[in-house]
């Protein structure tokens, strides 16, 4: 089976995919966009997405695939993402002046970056980034990512644990078309719901949740397109498999529409260690 995700395989996605995926029954497919891993998981396979981040919040771009796309959450995994700057062989951090990452990367190392002035560059992976700094010949260019790959690709480390905040953690969402979770228990789900748009509508779902005995972790909206301002609502809620009909069913009582698009056990907290 086709395991999909933002590539090269030294991303940080490609670390989750290789520590996730370990069986020969897998392949693991390195993407160019996330774009590129929704569309090959529409049509065959499993998916990786990262979806949010501890420091910079939601990956929106993934989240409104999410609110688009047709098919399910069928497990999570999260990462301590630990930030490092490494350039070419007898580069000094004095004289670096623009800086190459992820975008989500760059933004998590914010405070670094402007304390030091870089330009920054975008590029659509960390391992893309590290991976263009190897091929110049460029003293003055750097490039963010995860520590082993830096020292992997023969770049020296010129800072270390640059992130704006040291307990830096990333999710990952794992997609498919087919529901079945890739682990047991159960004990987290996925809606996406529409409700009356009229005061109060929003607050019952969430009593509801409560009721039926559902932590609810995450909360995120969109607008619905043709209406005025009204709104769609991505809700995580981590319940007891035991307990998964009565939210069922206190949420379908309760909105204009749902659907759940996960039910999946809780994800597992890795190092990026590779």
Request: aromatic content about 8%.
């Amino acid at each position: 089976m086709n395991i999909y995700f933002l590539g090269p395989l030294g991303s940080y996605s490609g670390v989750v995919a290789r520590k996730m995926f370990r069986l020969k029954k897998y392949k693991l497919v390195p993407v160019n966009e996330f774009q590129d891993v929704v569309e090959r998981t529409k049509k065959d396979g499993i998916g990786i997405l990262g979806i949010e981040n501890s420091i910079t919040s939601s990956v929106h771009e993934c989240v409104d695939y999410m609110f688009a796309a047709d098919f399910y959450i069928i497990g999570e995994v999260m990462m301590n993402v630990d930030l490092y700057l490494g350039a070419k062989t007898n580069s000094n951090l004095s004289e670096i002046n623009q800086v190459f990452s992820h975008p989500q990367a760059l933004l998590q190392c914010s405070t670094f970056i402007d304390r030091h002035g870089f330009q920054i560059n975008k590029t659509t992976s960390t391992a893309t980034a590290i991976n263009h700094v190897v091929d110049s010949n460029d003293l003055k260019s750097a490039a963010i990512g995860d520590a082993e790959s830096l020292k992997k690709s023969g770049l020296e480390i010129l800072a270390k644990n640059i992130g704006n905040c040291q307990n830096n953690m990333t999710r990952w969402i794992i997609i498919s078309k087919n529901k079945k979770s890739l682990e047991q228990p159960i004990n987290k789900t996925t809606y996406i719901f529409k409700v009356l748009h009229e005061s109060g509508s929003l607050v019952k779902v969430l009593t509801a949740i409560a009721s039926a005995g559902g932590n609810m972790t995450k909360i995120e909206s969109r607008p619905v397109a043709g209406t005025d301002w009204e709104y769609e609502f991505w809700v995580e809620v981590e319940v007891e498999n035991r307990k998964l009909i009565a939210l069922d069913k206190a949420i379908n009582e309760n909105t204009l529409n749902f659907r759940k698009i996960g039910a999946y056990k809780k994800g597992k907290l890795y190092t990026n260690n590779i």
